[in-house]
């Protein structure tokens, strides 16, 4: 029993010692306030007024550059991006759509795509949030043909129950050829935020 208690004694004599030890350890890797103040970096004053104000100039010059190419007629070819009947195409004068549905037009009209939300050239690209500002950009098409799709088959049978259905199916669709993509007026570097109030369905 004495040696038990011997050793009872030696441990709890010890465990002291550990603990003063480990905190001693975490005082020293702790970092005191002023030494903190004194790493830290002086903070310069930004104006934010000056970089705006060489932000809205390049926009300008990138407007001018753009109003200028469009001018010459250097643009190339141009192409756009349109919402229609709830898809999104990407268009170039020429091109083919495919429309799927029902869609009011009839064979040979001429319609004016109004929702751009994208219309770009070799240089540049003008991004719309969500669509370009209305009348910028004149996307012109022409109805080609209104047809019904393929037959589809809808085939229906449960086994072991004499039960057997087939039906068959032909949507409506509508081709459209692309005539012409044109900027329409010249780009300006306003935001579109002030033509919020202009809305296009």
Known sequence: MSFLAQTVRQVLRQVPHR???????????????????????????VDISAIAKDQQKEGQDI???????????????????????????????GDI?????????TTGDEISLDKVLLAGARDFTLV??????????????????????HTK??????????????????SP??????????LARPVDGKSEAQESSKRVF
Do not use: D
């Not at 669709?173 to 044109?182: A, F, G, P, V, Y």
């Open 19 to 45: 603990n003063s030890s480990l905190t001693g350890a975490m005082r020293s890797l702790s970092i005191s306030p002023a030494f903190k103040q004194q790493n830290k970096p002086a903070t310069e004053s």
């Open 63 to 93: 407007c001018e550059r753009i109003n200028r190419q469009v001018a010459k007629s250097e643009q190339g070819r141009l192409f756009a991006v349109v919402h229609l009947c709830g898809k999104q195409f990407k268009v170039t004068p």
């Open 97 to 105: 759509v495919l429309v799927e549905g029902y869609w009011p037009p």
């Open 128 to 149: 719309g949030r969500p669509i370009l500002e209305p009348g910028l950009v004149a996307v012109k098409a022409t109805v080609v043909e209104k047809t019904l799709s």
């Open 153 to 170: 088959t809808h085939f229906r049978k449960k086994r072991r129950k004499q039960y057997m259905r087939i039906n068959f199916q032909r």
């Open 173 to 182: 669709h509508t081709m459209l050829r692309i005539n012409s993509i044109e």
